[in-house]
């Protein structure tokens, strides 16, 4: 079983990025997938959660209006797409999945928002 993000980096802010995940190793179609963030100091927190594509998506207030998540079942992945960043979204970004009992976690990308 693999998760592997990529797509962060530094960006201004104001800018965007888009995180992807790539998933192998499990079916891929039946998981919960969801994307958390972990910033220096502070607990993983959620970020974005999707079930199906063209599902329920729910967001966090802080990142509602500027954060999409969306899948693509076919290829077997997940995506996060960021506008507006700002400074207090800069954190370590994971994909998560989850099917019952099983979960699994992505080792991250960092994403850092500075002038």
């Known amino acids: 079983v693999q998760l592997v993000e990529s797509g962060g980096g530094l960006v201004q802010p104001g800018g965007s990025l888009r995180l992807s995940c790539a998933a192998s190793g499990f079916t891929f179609s039946r998981f919960t997938m969801r994307w958390y963030r972990q910033a220096p100091g502070k607990e993983r927190a959620l970020v974005a959660g999707?079930?199906?594509?063209?599902?329920?998506?729910d967001y966090p207030d802080s990142v509602k209006g500027r954060f999409t998540i969306s899948r693509d079942n076919a290829k077997n992945m997940l995506y996060l797409q960021m506008n507006d960043l700002k400074a207090e979204d800069t954190a370590m970004y994971y994909c998560?999945?989850?099917?019952?009992?099983?979960?699994?976690w992505g080792q991250g990308t960092q994403v850092t928002v500075s002038s």
């Open positions: 999707m079930l199906l594509p063209g599902g329920r998506r």
């Open positions: 998560n999945a989850i099917y019952g009992n099983l979960v699994y």
